[in-house]
């Protein structure tokens, strides 16, 4: 069974770093491309960035270039987001999610950024 | 940046009936794009791949079709349990971008 459970989230003031980790497992890790999708609380779906199969290509919307780091470790079937100069529209639900369309997310884990 | 809009941002239809949410994008996405449920408080789920390919396990209600810049989904018969938001995206090309969704209620 696909499972994609994430960690890392909670409360961090702006201006403040935090770093997401999605443990995967059911599957073949370093076969798909990887992706962070977002969701403002009572908003629509936002996708972040997404990483190659084997890393060596990454892409991010243009509001987190600098910002923010997608990575992995295959060895570790684990995918991690690396969120710095936070500000308050950061504040959203994160998801892992595995491939373009995808076809399996994790649970979410909820940022929030406030003072 | 490729533009999604998506219509109607919220419907309201009766039991059996059906229902058509459309999708369209600011450029040709050649058949990149994929439609999503999402229920209150879960993780999205995907319905439709490649414009028109039924995910795995999806019931067969659910269609999508289209092409260029023009994209539906179709739920026939409508069922109680298909009550959530629904939300297209395009994966052609970074940045991706999704519809704003469409809230779909019980009449």
């Known amino acids: 069974e696909v499972q994609l459970v994430e960690s890392g989230g909670g409360l961090v003031q702006p201006g403040r770093s935090m770093k997401l980790s999605c443990a995967a497992s059911?599957?073949?890790?370093?076969?798909?491309?990887m992706a962070w999708v977002c969701q403002a609380p009572k908003k629509g779906l936002e996708w972040v960035a997404t990483?190659?199969?084997?890393?060596?290509?990454?892409y991010y919307r243009d509001s987190v270039k600098g910002r923010f780091t997608i990575s992995r470790d295959n060895a570790k079937s684990t995918l991690y987001l690396q969120m710095d100069s936070l500000r308050s529209e950061d504040t959203a639900t994160y998801y892992c999610?595995?491939?373009?369309?995808?076809?399996?997310w994790g649970q979410g884990v909820m940022v929030t950024v406030s003072s | 940046d490729i533009q999604m809009t998506q219509s109607p941002a919220s419907l309201s239809a009766s039991l059996g009936e059906t229902v058509t949410i459309e999708c369209r994008a600011s450029?040709?996405?050649?058949?990149?794009l994929a439609w999503y449920q999402q229920k209150p408080g879960k993780s999205p789920q995907l319905l439709i791949y490649?414009?028109?390919s039924l995910h795995t396990g999806v019931p067969s209600r659910f269609s999508g079709s289209g092409s260029g810049t023009q994209y539906s989904l179709k739920i026939n018969s409508l069922q109680s349990e298909d009550v959530a938001s629904y939300f297209c995206?395009?994966?052609?090309?970074?940045?991706?971008?999704f519809g704003a969704g469409t809230k779909l209620e019980l009449k």
């Open positions: 999610a595995r491939g373009a369309a995808v076809d399996y």
């Open positions: 059911g599957f073949t890790f370093n076969n798909y491309d």
């Open positions: 990483i190659s199969y084997d890393g060596s290509s990454t």
């Open positions: 450029e040709d996405i050649y058949n990149g």
């Open positions: 490649n414009a028109n």
């Open positions: 995206q395009q994966y052609y090309d970074y940045p991706y971008t």
